[in-house]
């Protein structure tokens, strides 16, 4: 296999992205530019406009991994003459992963040996001379979970130096900090202030449960306020942020669905006010059914009954598997493609039964 078939091979295996409701923040050039000017604290950032961001995700496909291709490489025009590159990793696991800075230092050479033969290739030579500098690099951990992230967030810190070692190689070890954005960090009151639709985005990532989402009490003057100075298209993000925390609470496709209309509409007071009200013990036994028939019907139109041969109990569970991952889209897909679910089942070692 050839390097480009190689990468090509490694972009089909990354493309597909996870539907969190995190890469649907740093997806959208807007919400990001919010992060940026309203979550930062950095005075350089302040006047950073949607436009001024261009995603370069792609070029860096390679250094992605499954486990990491939610993960997102932003380009920051901050004025005419100075750019810099802005990375997030987005950590949504319940476990804080101890290697992110690790990943982050793999990750800028990356960018910094791409910005040298793209420099090379429009100046020969160029990185060799003494004005040749490189971009700075901002580096962010999202973190979504519910444990306190424990990590050090100073790169040398991952690096052995004890007494003996420290006074010898401190000085030839990489030092760089990454800045922790942690949602548990934030107050329900310090995110309402923000009056920003990243803020109400924000909120809803902070959920862990569905208490949690009955007992979100959020000023009607706020909610107000978003859905008159939202644009139609910042309204469809919403609506994908909430059916993906709903998808998370295993809810139906069909509720989901009722529940995001009512942001689509601009009746963001009224979605909360009806989750109040919602059954959702129904809603869940609900899904699950309606997982398990789609994949005994679908599996018949091979022309043999799939689900049947392999049992029943392996699909119910493979399904509530993608289900609790959020992958609604590798569920539909698993339902029809016998291949497709095979690979998966292999994936998650469910054995035939």
């Not at 005075?43 to 291709?69: C, G, H, Q, W």
């Not at 760089?176 to 954005?181: E, I, M």
């Not at 529940?259 to 989750?275: I, P, S």
């Amino acid at each position: 296999m050839t390097d480009q078939e190689k990468t090509k091979e490694q972009k089909i295996s990354n493309s597909k992205s996870r539907d969190s409701s995190s890469k649907l923040i740093f997806g959208n050039a807007e919400l990001c530019s919010q992060f940026l000017r309203n979550y930062m604290d950095m005075p350089i950032l302040k006047n950073v406009r949607a436009e001024d961001i261009e995603d370069i995700s792609e070029r860096y496909v390679p250094m992605f991994t499954e486990e990491r291709n939610a993960d997102t490489v932003k380009r920051v025009k901050i004025s005419e003459k100075d750019t810099l590159y802005f990375i997030s990793l987005i950590e949504h696991k319940t476990k804080v992963d101890y290697n992110v800075s690790m990943q982050l230092l793999r990750y800028m050479v990356y960018i910094w040996e791409d910005y040298e033969k793209e420099m090379e290739r429009q100046h020969k030579g160029i990185s060799k001379t003494k004005d040749f500098k490189y971009p700075p690099i901002l580096p962010i951990v999202y973190y979504e979970g519910g444990e306190n992230w424990s990590a050090s967030c100073r790169f040398e810190e991952r690096v052995f130096l004890d007494k003996a070692f420290k006074r010898a190689f401190e000085p030839f070890t990489p030092k760089f900090l990454y800045k922790l954005v942690s949602l548990k960090e934030y107050k329900v009151n310090e995110l309402i202030d923000k009056q920003d639709e990243l803020s109400l985005v924000m909120l809803i990532n902070r959920l862990q449960s569905v208490e949690e989402f009955n007992e979100l009490n959020l000023p009607e003057d706020y909610l107000q306020n978003l859905s008159e100075h939202s644009s139609d298209e910042m309204l469809k993000i919403l609506a994908k942020v909430i059916a993906v925390i709903l998808r998370h609470l295993h809810i139906s496709e069909e509720e989901v669905e009722k529940f995001t209309g009512q942001v689509k509409e601009w009746k963001m007071g009224e979605l909360f006010e009806n989750f109040k009200d919602f059954d959702l013990p129904a809603a869940r036994k609900k899904a699950m059914e309606e997982g398990r028939t789609e994949g005994r019907t679908e599996g018949r139109t091979e022309g043999r009954t799939e689900g049947e041969a392999l049992g029943e109990a392996r699909m119910s569970e493979l399904v509530k598997i993608l289900m609790e991952a959020d992958r609604m889209s590798d569920l539909r897909r698993a339902v029809t493609d016998i291949k497709y679910r095979e690979k998966l089942y292999q994936q998650y070692k469910l054995q035939k039964i």
